[in-house]
């Protein structure tokens, strides 16, 4: 791992569905050590970056590195908490077996998951405050509780680099507290977290780094820089911003 | 009822083919798509016309290895044409396999006009004849399709347990499966060549129609009564080797009962799958209808016990051991309860089921039993208006009907913690004793 290389580097990122852009034009280069949040506004494309820079989406174009390597080869350095409705809470699996499913790469194709990973898995739930929950089946388990032990399971895989899409839809205010806990100590720990948010009234309060993001990257930097209302203005007003740079540009050309 | 070694192994064969299904049918359940099932067993059918007009035989390794490539062939076409076609699961499905069955049909007809392939045969399959082409392997001399349907059922088994945990990760969050290195589209078309193979080898025996019921039904059973893998699996194959059992024993017994000829082993096998699916839908432990029922009815029969036990414990505090006639029972607290006929009427029943209460001269009186059973639930009822008021802040007008709420879902280790909160205590926000 080269130290001084960005913890993501992302260069002309572009996703378009369908033919449809997505995201445009992303660059990002985001140092280690930070909790960084990822705005916008509802179909900003958030989700979107995350998964393409998870190799889960098909890229357009673009380049993404992790730590100064291509994200291919740093797969292993890579955490991901997917959103909570993506997966069926009724799959019959208990909340220890889904956090073991964060060991699954450690434990290695048509091995057993042993009574040492599940001690692993059974650790991350506690930190979590999940331990006594930890053989009741998922969909037994509130919102909040769900979110916890997605959580846990990222855990487990022991990452320098966590994407987290939208942790905290949904979940209840001690579940929140105790997620921010979570993502500060793994900062202290050195690890970068990237997460998707919704509520800007804790933007400031929650991350040092902020990405806000409406197609393209509007404004990127620590989050006492970038979160001004200018640039609110320019991420949640997005078209209308676009129109206004529009009629400029066509204004610019002709005069 | 005249049972022959050609029962015997008709069980086995259909046995096989169930619980082969039902092993991978599982997955595709979990997977949420069951349909694929139906859309791989009708897409095999121009593999198994191309192996014919290869080979000329309509049995063996080729038949099932082309079989298998278009099984995993249409569930590629079925991606391709969602994602191109911006189609949902259902249509795509619906294009690939009708299209890849006609033409299947149309080799067949075109190829292998002499081939005996009766449609009966491909929609019910045919397990009666199963016994009647047999094959040697070592001294033993058994039926090929038995033959056949063990191996299958072999390498499902192997399949299953070497990639049970990769299985596991991507039915349930291929996204994570992906980020952590395991190959989604890979696991993906390994479940789906086991799909094709195994609906191949069970195709035979129980038919086009049928198979996709040994597919489908056994994992919704499961899924009624399982919370994890394992055991779903368990109950997936025990359900369809119960149902071979059944079915082929209803097959030629209950037909004959009522005058008719005995029936289609396969058809009696659906049936009766189907029938143990409404009976886990019924009474499945705590998801069955019936059971939820029966929970919320034991709620409150517990409730409206509970209620009758905290008036009378109320009225012998003034009046000790006088008890309440049913006009009092109305009038004294005014309680909502107590306002309602029917309530109070099953409350006195039940409570003097219980022998809890007993009724003299027209007025309910509380037993021994029920003293101490009353004396419970108005201490515990004052405990929680002490706890709202003393940690929730309430006021005293709004205290009663949260207390009366909670009361009645008060269990021991709940009642324990109160009373260790309220050690010292001997009286509620009013004033009165706790009993």
């Not at chain 2, 409730?303 to 049913?326: C, I, M, P």
């Not at chain 2, 005014?334 to 029943?349: D, I, K, Q, W, Y």
Request: net charge neutral.
């Amino acid at each position: 791992m080269q130290h001084d290389a960005p913890a993501l580097h992302i260069r002309d990122l572009t996703v378009a569905y369908h033919r449809k852009p997505v995201l445009w034009d992303v660059d990002l280069d985001v140092p280690p050590s930070v909790v960084a949040g990822i705005v916008g506004p509802n179909g900003a494309g958030k989700s979107t970056l995350i998964k393409a820079v998870l190799d889960l989406v098909p890229r357009t174009s673009g380049v993404v590195e992790v730590f100064g390597r291509p994200y291919r080869r740093q797969r292993r350095l890579v955490g991901y908490v997917p959103q909570r409705e993506t997966v069926d809470w009724d799959y019959p699996i208990n909340a220890l077996e889904l956090v073991a499913m964060g060991l699954y790469r450690i434990i290695g194709w048509c091995r057993p998951v042993t009574a040492a990973y599940r001690t692993r898995a059974l650790e991350a739930l506690e930190e979590v405050g999940m331990a006594e929950f930890a053989h009741r089946q998922i969909s037994r388990l509130s919102g909040g509780q769900q979110q916890r032990i997605f959580l846990a399971r990222a855990l487990v895989q022991d990452a320098d680099v966590y994407f987290m899409d939208e942790p905290f839809a949904g979940v209840d205010a001690g579940t929140e507290k105790a997620i921010i806990a979570i993502l500060q100590r793994l900062r202290e720990r050195g690890k970068t977290v990237f997460v998707v948010h919704h509520d800007l009234e804790t933007v400031r309060e929650y991350f040092d780094y902020l990405v806000m993001l409406n197609m393209r990257v509007v404004a990127a930097g620590p989050a006492r820089d970038v979160f001004t209302s200018e640039n609110l203005k320019r991420t949640y007003g997005g078209r209308l911003t676009l129109l206004d740079r529009a009629v400029d540009a066509i204004g610019g050309s002709s005069s | 009822m005249i049972w022959t070694s050609l029962d015997s192994w008709i069980v086995i064969a259909a046995a096989l083919a169930g619980a082969s299904a039902a092993l991978v049918g599982a997955f595709l359940v979990l997977e949420k798509m069951s349909m694929m099932g139906d859309a791989i067993s009708h897409a095999v059918l121009p593999g198994i016309a191309i192996a014919f007009i290869l080979t000329g035989s309509r049995v063996g390794g080729p038949v099932l290895v082309g079989a298998a490539g278009f099984g995993v062939l249409a569930s590629m076409l079925v991606h391709v044409v969602r994602r191109s076609g911006r189609l949902d699961d259902g249509a795509a499905m619906g294009v690939v396999f009708t299209v890849l069955f006609a033409v299947g049909l149309i080799l067949i007809e075109q190829a292998a006009r002499h081939v005996d392939i009766h449609p009966d045969h491909v929609l019910f399959g045919s397990v009666e004849l199963v016994p009647l082409t047999v094959v040697e392997i070592g001294s033993m001399v058994i039926p090929r399709g038995v033959a056949v349907l063990a191996v299958v059922l072999f390498v499902d088994l192997v399949v299953v347990i070497l990639f049970f945990k990769e299985l596991r990760l991507v039915t349930f969050d291929p996204a994570l499966a992906t980020t952590l290195g395991f190959n989604a589209t890979w696991l993906h078309y390994l479940l789906m060549t086991l799909v094709a193979l195994t609906t191949v080898a069970a195709f035979e025996v129980v038919g086009s129609i049928l198979v996709i019921a040994m597919l489908v039904v056994p994992g919704a059973i499961a899924h009624l009564l399982t919370r994890r893998l394992a055991p779903f699996l368990l109950v997936s194959v025990a359900s369809a080797v119960l149902a071979a059992a059944i079915g082929h024993v209803a097959a030629i017994t209950v037909p004959l009962r009522f005058g008719f000829e005995d029936t289609n082993t396969a058809g009696a096998m659906a049936t009766v799958l189907g029938l143990l699916f409404f009976t886990a839908l019924l009474v499945a432990p705590e998801r069955g209808l019936l059971t939820r029922a029966w929970t919320m009815l034991a709620r409150r029969m517990i409730v409206r016990t509970q209620d009758v036990l905290g008036l009378l414990a109320r009225a012998s505090e003034r009046s000790d051991g006088d008890g309440l006639s049913v006009n009092e029972f109305r009038t004294v607290h005014r309680s909502p309860f107590a306002a309602r006929a029917t309530g109070l009427r099953v409350g006195l029943m039940l409570s003097r089921i219980r022998g809890f209460v007993r009724r003299e001269h027209g007025r309910y009186r509380l037993t021994e039993r029920g003293r101490a059973a009353a004396r419970r639930v108005l201490r515990v009822h004052r405990l929680w208006e002490r706890f709202f008021h003393d940690v929730g802040k309430v006021g005293l007008i709004d205290l009663h009907p949260a207390a009366d709420y909670l009361e009645h879902y008060t269990d021991a280790e709940l009642r324990d913690e109160l009373e260790k909160e309220f050690a010292g205590t001997d009286t509620d926000p009013r004033g009165n004793p706790l009993p």
